[in-house]
């Protein structure tokens, strides 16, 4: 497979899949690409080797080719991370497009482009496709994999079983959002930080620690839906909702509450239960409880 | 001490203390609250003995007082943890405030009003100031503490000194800000959440999968702030501001982005560096890896 781009998230992505024992060809028009590379491997390698190497892998053996065609010939897999650059992600694409088998996917760890946007000048779109890991792409499983309008459903439903197997958690959305789901998310709160420094309400070793030593504890466990339908006590979810809907109207945020509308009410109480699959709130309780603890032990912190 | 008040929040506090080894009397008007509470100190008791009981604990002893006057008389310290009311919080402090002596601290569990709002009602709000600990208070370490109008700096600076003796992880706020600074932040999160579900952008399960697989796995170890420190590669907090900062203005959340003005980006620029104290982008790195190696691993996913 080829890397196209190997700074912090390409070059993560080339340390990750060297250790699942993939042949990578990596591939960056920068100054002291090759070298940069070298060094973002070298600083990935001790944790990939702690959580444990494919069999045949013993160091990183990243084969550099400042050549795109070259790199790019043979490829079976084409993992674009340049800068976010509209412009250039467009053309970038277009010239991977040129050089690569056509029957090869072509993915793209954009954090925030869509790919309809970005897939305007291939001369064959449809194997185009959104693959978006989180930093460090070596150590984070989430990739949210999208399609943009020209692209095949099939070529999503392939990328989609591709990072799977190579042993990411994929989310296969339906449709481009900008920033997709958790860049959304957190920007949503990196942007409440924001007006809180600027508005003298919070330092940034304040917001930091915040979460470190607030929320931030529990979201590994259960994401933000599964947390407030653990707030609602026995009533879950929906008690939640119902209860403290009002209070989504207080100056909580400078983000405008949603309208609670009874389907919108209805759709989260429904995902809750069906994420909760049968799991009572005392189980999930003490589910939340385990990991907690398992997550301050494994941080020296209990 | 008295922890008036034992809901989930309430319960949970009385259930840390005893833990702790603090004599705790519990009060609340509800029906069948001392059933109640039997079964949240029951469920919360095992990852209270796992993580350790003080010297002389060994089961949870509740004194359970169903008279407000009689369970404050002797305290040295009251907890108030009513439902998120503000009629019932003002009634109930000043309540609580008539019949304990003076001289003793009144801390309520609020996770939204100010203290300046409830303390109004009161003879003696200067001993008044809010505590604020997120669910559930026995092993989430973070409380907020922040005074009123009306409160004794004195007061924030005991309540502050007393969480921590307690074992707590405290932020002393400067400024009444509605939600605090962590519930600011989660809410943020979370009204971005409804509005994904609310336009079928997302499912509650991708949601939440998106946080636990994804961002969620680094707040443990570092929060939002130097989270993106790292996001900028070498150049850290000043190269992402300073490079993706145009992007801010993107449509990545229904919040409208804070101006980016010189003050900010060097507030959050020398803030990012004083919590770094002195640890380079590359240890910060090794220790986010070694970190959510950690957690991964606790929670049974590596």
Tied chains: 1, 2.
């Excluded at 042949?23 to 390698?45: C, F, I, N, Q, S």
């Amino acid at each position: 497979m080829v890397c196209a781009g190997t700074g912090v998230i390409g070059g993560g992505w080339v340390a990750y899949f060297l250790a699942k024992g993939y042949r990578v060809v990596a591939w960056d028009p920068g100054a002291a690409a090759e070298e940069r590379l070298a060094h973002l491997v070298r600083a990935a390698w001790p944790a990939l080797t702690e959580l444990g190497l494919a069999e045949g892998v013993s160091g990183p053996d990243v084969v550099f080719e400042p050549d795109l065609a070259a790199a790019c010939a043979q490829a079976d897999f084409v993992q674009e991370s340049a800068p976010e650059d509209l412009d250039l992600k467009r053309r970038l694409l277009a010239d991977i497009d040129a050089v690569t088998p056509t029957d090869v996917v072509i993915s793209s760890s954009t954090s925030g482009y869509g790919m309809s946007e970005m897939q305007v000048e291939c001369a064959h779109p449809e194997r185009t496709v959104v693959g978006h890991p989180f930093n460090p792409p070596y150590l984070i499983p989430l990739v949210e994999v999208v399609g943009g309008d020209l692209t095949d459903p099939e070529v999503v439903s392939w990328t989609s079983e591709f990072f799977r197997l190579a042993g990411k958690s994929v989310i296969t959305m339906d449709k481009e959002v900008p920033g997709f789901i958790a860049n959304r998310l957190q920007e949503a709160m990196w942007r409440e930080a924001l007006h809180m420094v600027a508005a003298g309400e919070a330092t940034v070793e304040q917001i930091d620690l915040s979460i470190t030593d607030g929320p931030g504890l529990r979201w590994p466990i259960h994401g933000p839906m599964l947390t407030f339908h653990l707030a609602g006590g026995q009533g879950g979810m929906a008690h939640m909702l119902d209860h403290f809907g009002p209070s989504l109207l207080s100056p909580w945020t400078r983000l405008l509450a949603a309208e609670l509308t009874p389907e919108l009410r209805d759709a989260v109480v429904e995902g809750c239960e069906r994420e909760a699959g049968g799991r009572s709130i005392d189980e999930l309780v003490a589910e939340r409880d385990r990991g907690v603890i398992a997550v301050l032990r494994a941080l020296g912190r209990a």
